[in-house]
C-alpha cells in the first residue's frame, strides 16, 4: 500500500500570514488532487495536477507538483478564517485506487 | 443539481444487526467508492467500482460488501457490525479516477 505523508498534522495561524503545507510519497505519482473539507460535509476538489513540475494558482492558493512526481505542495497567501479546514492530497499511483493523505487540519485566527 | 446523496447521515446500531448505507450520484459516473475516515488516519478506501457489475477491494474491505446492479447506486452493506466499524463513512463518485465528488458523510456508531 502505497503511503502519502501530510505536514504539517496541524497548523494555528494570524490571518493575514503566508503558509505552506506539504504531501509527499516514496513513490511516483500518476496524479494529484488537492481537496479542502469542512466539519459535517465531505471533502470539496480544489484542484488537480497531472504534469511534473506543474503550478496552479486558485486566487491566494498555489499548488506545485514536484518534478520527481513524488510530492506536491499548497501555499496560502495572506491566509483568512475561511481558509480553516481540513487540508487533504489524494494520489494515484497508476492503479485503480486512489490514496488519500492524512491531512492537514488548518485553524486561521482571526 | 449534481450531487451524491447518502443515507442515512447519521446511524446507531447494536453489534450484529445487518445494516445497509445507501449512495446515489446522478452525475453518470462510472467510478464509485466507499472510504471510512477516522481521526489521525484519514480517509481509507474500503472498496471501489469502476462500473456496473464491475467492484474491487480498496485499502481496509474486511466487513464490508458492496454491490453496483446500477451505474448510479453502489450500496455500502455491513453484515454484521462491530465495535471498530465506528466510523465516518462517505461515498465519492468521478469520471475513471478524475476529482471526486463526495457524498455528506454517514456517521455510523456501533455499539
Request: glycine letters at 8%; one cysteine or more; a positive charge.
Amino acid at each position: 500500500t502505497q503511503l502519502l505523508e501530510q505536514s504539517p498534522q496541524f497548523l494555528s495561524i494570524q490571518e493575514g500570514e503566508n503558509l505552506t503545507v506539504y504531501c509527499n510519497s516514496s513513490s511516483v505519482f500518476s496524479s494529484l488532487q488537492w481537496y479542502r473539507q469542512e466539519p459535517g460535509e465531505g471533502p470539496v476538489l480544489l484542484v488537480t495536477v497531472v504534469t511534473g513540475g506543474e503550478v496552479k494558482k486558485l486566487k491566494r492558493l498555489t499548488f506545485q507538483f514536484g518534478d520527481a512526481r513524488k510530492d506536491s505542495s499548497l501555499h496560502i497567501t495572506a491566509a483568512q478564517p475561511g481558509d480553516t479546514g481540513l487540508y487533504l492530497c489524494a494520489a494515484n499511483f497508476g492503479n485503480e485506487k486512489l490514496t488519500f493523505g492524512t491531512g492537514t487540519r488548518l485553524t486561521i485566527i482571526p | 443539481e449534481a450531487q451524491v446523496t447518502q443515507n442515512p447521515r447519521y446511524l446507531i446500531t447494536v453489534t450484529g444487526k445487518k445494516l445497509t448505507v445507501t449512495c446515489s450520484q446522478n452525475m453518470n459516473h462510472e467510478y464509485m467508492s466507499w472510504y471510512r475516515q477516522d481521526p489521525g488516519l484519514g480517509l481509507r478506501q474500503i472498496y471501489y467500482s469502476m462500473n456496473v457489475e464491475v467492484t474491487d477491494k480498496g485499502d481496509v474491505p474486511e466487513g464490508y460488501k458492496v454491490s453496483r446492479k446500477e451505474k448510479r447506486n453502489f450500496p455500502l452493506i455491513l453484515e454484521s457490525p462491530s465495535p471498530n466499524q465506528t466510523s465516518l463513512y462517505f461515498c465519492a463518485s468521478s469520471r475513471t479516477l478524475g476529482p471526486q465528488y463526495f457524498g455528506a458523510g454517514t456517521r455510523l456508531s456501533v455499539l
